[in-house]
T-cell receptor, first 120, second 112 residues
Framework: DAGVTQSPTHLIKTRGQQVTLRCSPK?????VSWYQQALGQGPQFIFQ???????QRGNFPDRFSGHQFPNYSSELNVNALLLGDSALYLC???????????????????FGPGTRLTVL | DAKTTQPPSMDCAEGRAANLPCNHS???????VYWYRQIHSQGPQYIIH???NNETNEMASLIITEDRKSSTLILPHATLRDTAVYYC?????????????FGEGTQLTVNP
C-alpha cells in the first residue's frame, strides 16, 4: 500500500522564478493538504483541497496556488519566488468524512517525505 | 484550536521509557489530542491520537488526564531511532476541517 509520495525530492530555483511541486495521496485518500516548513520551525498550513476545490487556506499570499486532479493528486505552485520561500514543502493526505456547516471534516493526516526547495 | 505547551527538549536512555508531556489547559470537549513526530528532514509521522480515554497502539501509549488539560506520550522502550521532534497538537474535530497547527515540539534525544 503506497504512502504519500512527493516529487521532486529537491529543487533549486532563483528569485522570481516559478515552481510546481507534486503530490500523490495515500491509496484510498481523497483530501490533500500542503504545509511549508522553514528551517527550525514547525510546519505551517498553506491550503487544503477536496473534490478539486480549495477548502481552507492559511496565511499565505496569492503567489501560492494549488490544484487537485480527478485522481486526487495535487500540485502546489509558487510564483515570483522569494528567498524566504526556501523551505521543506510537505503534502499530507487524509480521507474526507464529510462537510459539516461548510467546513470539511477529515480523518487523520499522513505526510509525505517533502520537497526541499532552495531559492537562490 | 487550543494552544499546547511542550518542553523544548528531553533526553532518554536507550531501552528506557520516554515520557513526553504536553499541556493543553484550554482544550474544549470536542478537541482531540494528536501526536506526530519528525525525524530530521523527513515528513512528520503520525503516532497516535485520543479524545478522553487512554489509547495504545504498536508505537506508543497516550495518557490523557481526567480533566483533559494535559497528556503524556509514552514510548515504552526507546531506541536510537526514536530520536526526533515530537509534536503535540490539539485539533477541533469539526469547525477547522483537518488543518493541523504545529507548535515547536519537543526534541527527544535517545542516548546509547
Amino acid at each position: 500500500d503506497a504512502g504519500v509520495t512527493q516529487s521532486p525530492t529537491h529543487l533549486i530555483k532563483t528569485r522570481g522564478q516559478q515552481v510546481t511541486l507534486r503530490c500523490s495521496p495515500k491509496s484510498g485518500h481523497d483530501t490533500v493538504s500542503w504545509y511549508q516548513q522553514a528551517l527550525g520551525q514547525g510546519p505551517q498550513f498553506i491550503f487544503q483541497y477536496y473534490e478539486e476545490e480549495e477548502r481552507q487556506r492559511g496565511n499565505f499570499p496569492d503567489r501560492f496556488s494549488g490544484h487537485q486532479f480527478p485522481n486526487y493528486s495535487s500540485e502546489l505552485n509558487v510564483n515570483a519566488l522569494l528567498l524566504g520561500d526556501s523551505a521543506l514543502y510537505l503534502c499530507a493526505s487524509s480521507l474526507a468524512l464529510g462537510l459539516a456547516g461548510g467546513h470539511l471534516e477529515a480523518d487523520t493526516q499522513y505526510f509525505g517525505p517533502g520537497t526541499r526547495l532552495t531559492v537562490l | 484550536d487550543a494552544k499546547t505547551t511542550q518542553p523544548p527538549s528531553m533526553d532518554c536512555a536507550e531501552g528506557r521509557a520516554a515520557n513526553l508531556p504536553c499541556n493543553h489547559s484550554t482544550i474544549s470537549g470536542n478537541e482531540y489530542v494528536y501526536w506526530y513526530r519528525q525525524i530530521h528532514s523527513q515528513g512528520p509521522q503520525y503516532i497516535i491520537h485520543g479524545l478522553k480515554n487512554n489509547e495504545t497502539n504498536e508505537m506508543a501509549s497516550l495518557i490523557i488526564t481526567e480533566d483533559r488539560k494535559s497528556s503524556t506520550l509514552i514510548l515504552p522502550h526507546a531506541t536510537l531511532r526514536d530520536t526526533a521532534v515530537y509534536y503535540c497538537i490539539v485539533r477541533v474535530a469539526a469547525s477547522s476541517g483537518s488543518r493541523l497547527t504545529f507548535g515547536e515540539g519537543t526534541q527527544l534525544t535517545v542516548n546509547p
